[in-house]
């Protein structure tokens, strides 16, 4: 079964710009999580969708957007780039079942590493 | 979960054994998980332990839970250089959330 597939690998980008990164889930999972990491302050929840529904938001300016299509595949987008969106931005999709808080664990892709200049 | 800590270092010499720290907070938590990212790389589900289980043994990784301190930890025994990444320990969702907790990471730095 082939595993999370986030496009593109990497990005360079300047001010002002926006951007969409796109992520595939793994067949059969319907929950698509998105993640910014950076060296200071780590894994930071940018949201969560579920069957085309987002469900958990995380602290970040409306720049930040996101979508789920009905195949589940997932893209976000940042408009009005700014150079602290310099980031590993990760995709992670779940097995969790509708309503379901859900203990299954969150299957990683490799990650957009996108570089504002 | 609210908040699941970790220390951020950790540095070893080849050979020896490992053992990583974290603290959670949700007593609820069903499962913990322990994922490990390398360089470069999203992460990777390592391993996990029922709350049911005080200890979980796979190879080279062993995994001890006490939920009375609500505290986990990961042993790698006979620590590789192959074995230097960040480690994330993890609660599930709880409360009105449906995403994880995870904790900051602790960057294992393993010297030959």
């Known amino acids: 079964k082939a595993g999370v597939t986030q496009t593109p690998r990497y990005l360079i980008k300047t001010r002002g710009q926006q951007v969409t990164l796109s992520c595939s889930p793994i067949?059969?999972?319907?929950?698509v999580s998105w993640y910014q990491q950076t060296p200071g302050q780590g894994l930071q929840f940018l949201f969560e969708?579920?069957?085309?529904?987002?469900?958990n938001k995380g602290n970040f300016p409306g720049r930040f957007s996101g979508r789920q299509f009905s195949n589940s595949r997932s893209e976000m987008n940042v408009s009005t780039l700014e150079l602290g969106d310099s980031a590993l931005y990760l995709c992670a999709s779940s097995l969790v079942t509708m309503g379901a808080r859900g203990n299954s664990p969150l299957h990683f892709g490799n990650g957009t590493r996108l570089t504002v200049t | 979960g609210e908040d699941v800590e970790q220390s951020l270092f950790l540095s070893v010499r080849e050979g020896d054994s490992s053992v990583i720290n974290c603290t959670y907070t949700?007593?609820?938590?069903?499962?913990l998980y322990w994922y490990k990212q390398e360089p470069g790389a999203g992460l990777q589900l390592l391993t996990y332990i029922f709350s049911n289980m005080d200890m979980k043994q796979d190879q080279r990784l062993t995994v001890l839970l006490n939920k009375k301190d609500k505290h986990l930890s990961l042993r790698i025994a006979d620590t590789q250089t192959g074995d230097s990444a960040i480690y994330f320990c993890?609660?599930?969702?709880?409360?009105?959330?449906?995403?994880?907790?995870f904790g900051r990471g602790t960057s294992l730095i393993v010297h030959p």
């Open positions: 949700d007593s609820s938590s069903t499962y």
């Open positions: 993890a609660e599930p969702p709880s409360g009105g959330s449906y995403i994880p907790t």
């Open positions: 969708y579920f069957s085309e529904t987002q469900r």
């Open positions: 067949s059969g999972h319907r929950s």
